[in-house]
């Protein structure tokens, strides 16, 4: 396991490194949307805009989202709890953890997690409408 603490350490390492290159870019820094005083040659230029602020949100909130995964990762080495699995309990593959070490779910509860997940998003939710 000490080789997989080394390795959790290196990719929390890079992960934050990447964060912080990213920088602290502040909301009013960013060209805005339509209606805003960012000067724009034409539309084009502000959808291409809007696109490049979009990936840096989402580039941002999946290594925020991979530094807490290592970090609760790193935790449950400490706790002896690492490579055994949150939802059933079972020991993970140790190819999987090889693959990916900040997992925390066997292949089987991970696939029944992602069922339920895309079947939750394909389903419409019925609300009730008052016709009184």
């Given amino acids: ?12 390492t890079q992960a934050v490194h990447r964060l912080r290159q990213m920088g602290g870019v502040a909301l ?14 034409d539309e084009v230029d502000e959808i291409v805009a809007s696109e490049e602020r979009e990936i840096m949100f989402g580039t941002r909130e999946l290594l925020v989202d991979r530094v807490n995964r290592i970090t609760a990762a790193l935790e449950r080495l400490s706790t002896g709890e690492y490579g055994t699995c949150v939802e059933c309990g079972e020991a ?3 190819a999987r953890l090889r693959a ?22 394909v389903e419409p939710v019925e609300v009730g409408v008052d016709e009184d």
């Fill in 28 to 41: 009013d820094e960013l060209p805005g949307p339509s209606g805003d005083n960012t000067p724009f040659a």
């Fill in 100 to 121: 990916l070490p900040e997992v925390q779910t066997c292949v089987r509860c991970q696939d029944r997690i992602e069922r339920l997940g895309r079947r939750m998003r």
């Fill in 92 to 94: 993970i593959a140790q």
């Fill in 1 to 12: 396991m000490r080789g997989m603490r080394e390795r959790l350490e290196r990719d929390l």
